[in-house]
Each structure stands twice: as C-alpha cells, then as structure tokens.
C-alpha cells in the first residue's frame, strides 16, 4: 500500500469548514422543572431550591437532613438551596406547619400576546 498523503486525486485534503458540534447541557433541562398541575395552574420553578420566611428554617432543618444553603433575599425570606431538596413536597409540608414557603419559581417573557 503507497502512502498518498494527498488523497485519492493527489490534492491535499482541506478541512472542514463547519464548526465541530459537540454536546451542550441542557441547562434547561437539569435546573429548571414544570409542575404537572393542570394547564390553568402549572408552573416552572428552580430544582433543589426553595424560598421559606425565616421563622422556618428551624422546621426545615428538621425536615431536611441534608446539608443546605441558606441565602439571605430580603429581611424576612431566605434562599434555601441543597442536594436532594424536594420544593414541592418540602413546601407542603412546611405551610402545613404554618410557615410560608415556596418553590423558587422561574418566570418567562414574551413579546407575542397571549
């Protein structure tokens, strides 16, 4: 076998011109969740992140046995960020204790009219 480092036709081989496409995350797809409530109700909010006013911290702690992050967002509500964090069932159960909590929800613009 001949060695051709030119090719089939003796012309050197260019390169290809396109960008090489390689696998992006989906960054959508590993942070942000819809609620599979009706379509009147859903809703999309931030996995593993939950907003609770700072009187429940103590009854989240309880709740979570997990290492979390607490964030400081205003005077009274804290960020509350970890592995494993469940917003939606952690929610219930905190309001049900009487603590305002919520999944931290994540809103979209549009230009088009609805």
Known sequence: ????PFGRYG???????????????????????????????????RDEEIIVESDGLGELR???????????????AVLVTGRGIDPLALGRRLRGFGHRARPNHVL???QQPM
């Not at 076998?1 to 051709?4: L, N, P, S």
Request: proline residues 9%.
């Open 1 to 4: 076998m001949v060695d051709d």
């Open 62 to 76: 309880r709740l979570n046995k997990g290492d979390v992050v607490e964030t400081p967002i205003s005077r009274t």
């Open 108 to 110: 979209f613009a549009t």
């Open 11 to 45: 012309t050197p081989r260019r390169a290809s011109r396109r960008p090489v496409r390689r696998e992006v995350p989906n960054r959508w797809e590993e942070k942000v969740r819809f609620s599979a409530g009706s379509p009147s109700r859903g809703f999309a909010f």
